[in-house]
């Protein structure tokens, strides 16, 4: 987001290191030869954030991708949910909403997920929170139990991606946010 990365831009004015915003391929022709043409506001990536209004999450590329990889992995199991209730096949269903409750790993994720967005990191916690419901109803071979907490999990997905969206910002960027530096990886702890 270009007002985060403006934000970072004064934290950080005094070091002559910082350079948050790089500078975008020069394309040849006509356009390039102008200076009258702002290379940001042509760029197609700030054109989609401009018009996204939900609120950014900070995140560098590892963890952005990282967050992605979950995500799709949240929705293979909603999908693996669904197949098995055609069927009742209760053990599929207990592995897959598990992947989706509250364990230390999703909570270690979503805290460092949130940690430069007020309110994302709670947001998560109750989803798998949430999420924990149709564990306790497949253990129980309640079809119509599952059935109902899988309403209530994808409404958690709904909402969540109703106010948020990525921000991919450098390492330097996400340690001005936080105050603390990024992870080296997503899973382990943020602080040595
Ligand atoms: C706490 C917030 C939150 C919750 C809860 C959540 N998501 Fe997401 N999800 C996100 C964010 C943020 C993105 C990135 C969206 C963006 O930048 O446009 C995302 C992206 C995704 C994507 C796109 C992945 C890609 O490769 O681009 C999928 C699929 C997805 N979520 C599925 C789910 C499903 C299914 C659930 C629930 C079972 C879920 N999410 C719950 C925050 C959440």
């Not at 004064?10 to 020069?26: D, E, F, I």
């Not at 990886?185 to 602080?191: C, F, G, L, S, V």
Request: contains cysteine; hydrophobic residues 40%; negative net charge.
């Amino acid at each position: 987001m270009r007002s985060f990365r403006l934000l970072v831009a004064l934290l950080l004015g005094g070091c002559s290191q910082a350079a948050p915003v790089p500078a975008p391929p020069v394309a040849p022709g006509p356009a390039a030869a102008s200076p009258a043409v702002s290379t940001s506001a042509s760029d197609p990536r700030d054109q989609a954030e401009a018009m996204d209004t939900r609120t950014p999450v900070p995140l560098t590329p590892m963890m952005a991708t990282h967050q992605k990889e979950q995500m799709r992995d949240h929705l293979v199991a909603v999908d693996e949910i669904v197949t098995a209730l055609a069927t009742d096949d209760w053990p599929t269903m207990q592995s897959a909403a598990a992947r989706l409750g509250s364990s230390p790993e999703n909570t270690m994720m979503c805290e460092h997920m949130g940690a430069a967005t007020p309110g994302f990191t709670g947001r998560g916690l109750e989803f798998h929170h949430t999420a924990d419901a149709l564990s306790t109803a497949a253990q129980a071979q309640d079809h119509a139990g599952v059935v109902k907490a899988l309403a209530a999990t994808l409404s958690a997905c709904t909402k969540c991606h109703a106010d948020f969206r990525q921000d991919i910002v450098t390492g330097p960027e996400f340690a001005v946010a936080t105050g603390t530096p990024p992870p080296t990886h997503p899973a382990a702890p943020a602080t040595p």
